[in-house]
């Protein structure tokens, strides 16, 4: 199995047993990790349906989340931090929220 894929299930089960069984929406990945799932063709397609609707029209998915990438994790030598939509619209908050 992937490294990634396993780390990003074990944390899945974390978020299950913290919350109410929902699964995290978005998934900020570091740039170092970004690489190598472009080089490694990892990203998943995402139906329009499956996540809220964004500017960008290019949709990077992996594991059902929406996939964003972060240098501030390569700083912080972490790999991918995962968000639910909730969460991300109070760190990232859209124009029309205004």
């Known amino acids: 199995m992937n490294p990634l894929r396993g780390a990003v299930m074990d944390e899945?089960?974390?978020?299950?047993?913290?919350?109410?069984?929902?699964?995290?929406?978005?998934?900020?990945?570091?740039?170092?990790?970004?690489r190598d799932m472009k080089t490694h063709n990892r990203f998943e397609k995402i139906g329009s349906t499956d996540i809220p609707n964004r500017r960008r029209t290019?949709?990077?998915?992996?594991?059902?989340?929406?996939?964003w990438q972060s240098g501030a994790l390569d700083r912080r030598e972490k790999d991918?931090?995962?968000?639910s939509e909730e969460v991300f619209d109070q760190l990232f908050p859209q124009s029309k929220d205004f």
Not at 58 to 67: A, K
Not at 80 to 83: D, E, F, K, P, S
């Open 80 to 83: 991918a931090l995962l968000l």
């Open 58 to 67: 290019e949709v990077y998915g992996f594991m059902g989340m929406r996939v």
């Open 12 to 34: 899945l089960d974390v978020v299950h047993e913290r919350t109410d069984g929902s699964t995290p929406d978005h998934i900020i990945v570091s740039r170092a990790v970004w």
